[in-house]
């Protein structure tokens, strides 16, 4: 895996690979997809999908308050 995560850091279309695999597992959930993508392991895109979410959500308390 540490081979292809330093592959995918000088990748030119890292970020277009990150929004596929994203939709991909949007549709078909993360145990479905399975590998580096964008230099991701399922846990790394899992875990940087969360925090997203929970800064958004925090994002929103913010501007409501």
């Known amino acids: 895996k540490a081979t ?5 850091s ?11 695999s ?7 959930g993360p145990q479905e997809l399975v590998g580096v993508f964008a230099g991701e392991t399922v846990r790394d895109r899992v875990s940087r999908r969360r925090e997203s979410r929970n800064r958004n959500k925090q994002d ?3 501007v409501t308050a």
């Open 10 to 20: 000088h990748c030119p279309v890292v970020d277009e690979c990150r929004a596929y």
């Open 22 to 28: 994203d939709r991909l597992e949007g549709y078909r």
């Open 60 to 62: 929103d308390r913010e």
């Open 4 to 8: 292809q995560i330093r592959v995918c």
